[in-house]
């Protein structure tokens, strides 16, 4: 089946630094999803986004699907980003496989 | 709208005894999912459902496990008998469109003792 890699596993950034989480995947997708962990444990959807660009405020992501790649960017991070980034892909239907996520703690 | 709802919020139940989650997509979604998370393996899915119907159950670890949904409100899943080593979260999700994402639940932590 379909490999999914995050990475940095873990990171550790000052409040106000930017950041870039990145997601490779083996195979060709037709379904990426980003989800943020927070420390509550709750999984909130961050974007779709199998291709191209989209951006909510300080987050954004590109999927560049013809290279198996997604990254997503934190700008200016705030103590509330902290928690764990997922990447989940799908090759086909629904079935949609996570990653092991990238942690991410913000100090203040 | 109250998003997606699962209870019990937590579980601790002895080994052999049969526990029972339960989950309520967003209304209007034909699309739901359970997914287990553990440290070791991660998030995993385990079966997901359209339209009422199971479309792959390939990711349910063994016959002990099993999913209904009987109708588009509501659907269990049941671990029967229970074992220490199914201790996890157990998330449900919904979708209407893959083209909005998934909506999680906040999960059931279950402890098997």
């Known amino acids: 089946g379909i490999q999914v890699e995050q990475s940095p596993p873990d990171l550790i950034l000052q409040e106000g630094a930017n950041s870039t989480l990145r997601c490779n995947f083996s195979?060709?997708?037709?379904?990426l999803q980003w989800f943020h962990q927070n420390p509550w444990g709750q999984l909130i959807n961050l974007f779709y986004i199998p291709s191209g660009t989209k951006q909510n405020g300080r987050l954004s992501a590109t999927t560049v699907a013809t290279e198996r790649y997604s990254l997503l960017y934190i700008s200016s991070s705030q103590t509330t980003d902290s928690g764990v980034y997922f990447c989940a892909v799908g090759t086909g239907g629904f079935k949609t496989i996570f990653g092991a996520g990238t942690r991410l703690f913000v100090k203040a | 709208d109250a998003g997606v709802i699962q209870s019990p919020r937590h579980e601790v139940t002895e080994m052999g005894q049969e526990v029972t989650l339960r989950c309520k997509p967003i209304?209007?979604?034909?699309?739901l999912f359970w997914y287990r998370q553990t440290m070791m393996r991660g998030l995993e899915l385990l079966i997901y459902?359209?339209?009422?119907?199971?479309?792959?159950d390939s990711g349910m670890p063994e016959d002990r496990f099993s999913a209904k949904m009987p109708n588009a409100s509501f659907s269990t899943l049941k671990i029967q008998p229970s074992e220490p080593r199914d201790s996890a979260v157990y998330f449900c999700?919904?979708?209407?469109?893959?083209?909005?994402?998934?909506?999680f639940g906040s999960g059931t932590r279950l402890t098997v003792v």
């Open positions: 459902f359209n339209n009422n119907v199971p479309i792959d």
């Open positions: 999700a919904s979708t209407g469109s893959i083209a909005y994402g998934y909506t």
């Open positions: 195979d060709s997708v037709n379904n």
């Open positions: 209304s209007g979604h034909d699309y």
